[in-house]
C-alpha cells in the first residue's frame, strides 16, 4: 500500500469508538453521534498540512505576530447518503467550509455507482475539497466522486475520509486518480460475495438513518 497516500488514524480514542462503532448492538443514536464525532477526530488529521500565513494582531498586551490558516478555502462534499453523517463533525472544525453535495448509490446487483443528485459550490474549482463517505468497499463510489470533481475543475490534492476501508477500495480510487490521499479509521480484510467490507460495519446509510 501507498503509505504517502493512505493515512490510518491509530489514536487510541479513535479505534475505541470505531469498535463501539461497528457493533451490531449499537444504536441508530449513539450510530450517528460516533460518525459525527469520528469525522471530527479525522478531519484533525486530514487539516493537520493545512498552509499558515503570519498576520498582526493586537494582544491586550501589545501587538503580536500570529499565524492563521491561508491559501485555498475549503469544501466537504459528502456522498449521499452515508457520507452525510459526517459533514457536522468536519464543520465543527471547519466552520466556514462550504458544504457541496454529491448523491451516489451503488447498483445492488452490479456495484456500480451511480450519480443521482449533486449540488457543488459555485466556485468548487478554487477550493480544497474533503470528499466524505463512511464506507470505501470496492472504491467505485469513491473513484467515481473523485472523477466528478475533476470534470468540476477540483485541481491538487483531494482528501477523502472514510472511517473503514477494504483494500480494494483503497487501491481502486489510489488508481483512479493519482492526487488523492485517502484518510480511514482501519483497512479491514477485505469484501464479502455482496462487495461489504468484512468485518466492516454492514450498511452504514441504513445505520445511520434507520432504514433498515
Ligand atoms: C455506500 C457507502 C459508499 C459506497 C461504498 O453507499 O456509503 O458510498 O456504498 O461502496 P463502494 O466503495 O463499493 O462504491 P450506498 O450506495 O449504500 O448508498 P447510501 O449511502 O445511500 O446508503
Ligand atoms: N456500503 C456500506 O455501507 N457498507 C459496506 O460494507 C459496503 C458498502
Known sequence: MDNERVVVIDHPMVQHKLSILRDRDTSSKQFRELVRELALFEGYEATRDLPLETVTISTPICDAEAR?????????????????GMVDGVLELIPAARVGHLGMFRDEET??????YDKLPADIAGRQVLVVDPMLATG??????V????EAGVKGTIKL???????????????????VRVYTCAVDEGLNEN????????????RIFGTK
Open 140 to 145: 467505485g463510489s469513491a473513484a467515481a466522486a
Open 161 to 179: 475520509m472514510v472511517l473503514v476501508a477494504a483494500p480494494e477500495g483503497i487501491e481502486a480510487v489510489l488508481a483512479a486518480d493519482p492526487d
Open 111 to 116: 456495484h456500480e455507482p451511480h450519480v443521482y
Open 195 to 206: 462487495a461489504y467490507i468484512v468485518p466492516g460495519l454492514g450498511d452504514a446509510g441504513d
Open 68 to 84: 492563521q490558516i491561508g491559501g485555498k478555502k475549503l469544501a466537504v462534499v459528502p456522498i449521499l447518503r452515508a457520507g452525510l
Open 147 to 150: 472523477g466528478y470533481l475533476r
